[in-house]
């Protein structure tokens, strides 16, 4: 039963990582458009609203824009607000300059009503592990699960409304 829960949260892994690569290329690709401002290019011949405006408000969208996409990069492993009392999350990056975007070691963990469940995924490069540690006697396993199994129908579910 821990390898329903072990699926579901490599694929809100995959998921997750395809947002992480979104994100450090729209950093990326703002923070070259910065660079070429402060450099001298002028972008109003490419962008017409850049003639209306200007380079240097050109330059301050595209701050915001860096600003914006790494404040959601740091909170892109965050569980729906209606999870966040009961499962408790811990996560850690750490990023290698030979590396595209940022490895992860997230857990998340479930108070059930039985014991802790614990789901810890690692990530690196595009790949992540998942694995699941149940901390209560053996006979409440499946009930762990299954209470683990009901938040991950409201991750869904909030993920669906959310969209």
Do not use: C
């Not at 694995?131 to 199994?149: F, L, S």
């Amino acid at each position: 039963m821990t390898n329903h829960i072990a699926q579901e949260y490599s694929e809100i892994s995959t998921r997750t990582l395809q947002q992480v690569l979104n994100h450090v290329e729209a950093i990326s690709f703002y923070e070259n458009v910065v660079r070429n401002i402060d450099a001298g290019h002028d972008y109003s011949g490419d962008v017409a609203v850049f003639k209306k405006v200007g380079n240097q408000a050109a330059k301050e969208v595209a701050l915001e824009a860096v600003a914006e996409h790494e404040d959601k990069l740091s909170h892109v492993w965050d569980l729906p607000e209606v999870m966040r009392e009961a499962v408790e999350l811990t996560m850690k990056s750490t990023m290698d300059a030979r590396e595209l975007i940022p490895r992860y070691d997230v857990q998340y963990v479930f108070a059930t009503a039985v014991g802790k469940l614990t789901v810890h995924v690692l990530t690196k490069h595009v790949n992540s592990t998942v694995t699941v540690k149940i901390d209560a006697p053996k006979r409440d396993h499946a009930a762990a699960i299954a209470e683990a199994e009901q938040w991950l129908s409201t991750y869904w579910l909030m993920r669906e409304v959310a969209a």
